[in-house]
Nanobody, 122 residues
Framework: LMCSCSVWGGLVQAGGSLRLSCAAS????????MAWFRQAPGKEREFVAA????????LYADSVKGRFAISRDNAKKTVALQMNSLKSEDSAVYYC???????????????WGKGTLVTVSS
């Protein structure tokens, strides 16, 4: 399973919105739960959101709950992260990842996509 990430509008002002999308290749996308992580400069990579294989179950970090929404389209093999009410502390490189079951830890991820930079100006 290979993932590549794209983002609509990588630079946004605080309070604005961005949408990240991760496109996967391979036939088994629907077998995997998907997640988003992020890493700010000088900080460890952290969990942001996860979604199970069907889209029926989601998990969020407390810091983004109520502002971010993860979704997936198994037919298109994509997972998206809609980010609203962005804050400067949301600035980071965002990564999509795949795991066998819905998980929130880096060690549980089987595949990683390339990161995409999100910058929120205050």
């Amino acid at each position: 399973l290979m993932c590549s990430c794209s983002v609509w509008g990588g630079l946004v002002q605080a309070g604005g919105s961005l949408r990240l999308s991760c496109a996967a290749s391979g036939r088994t996308f629907s077998n995997y739960a998907m997640a988003w992580f992020r890493q700010a400069p000088g900080k460890e990579r952290e969990f942001v959101a996860a979604i199970n294989w069907s889209g029926g179950s989601t998990l969020y970090a407390d810091s983004v709950k109520g502002r971010f929404a993860i979704s997936r389209d198994n037919a298109k093999k994509t997972v998206a992260l809609q980010m609203n009410s962005l804050k400067s502390e949301d600035s980071a490189v965002y990564y999509c990842a795949a795991s066998g079951n819905i998980r929130t830890t880096m060690g549980a991820m089987n595949y990683w996509g390339k990161g995409t930079l999100v910058t929120v100006s205050s």
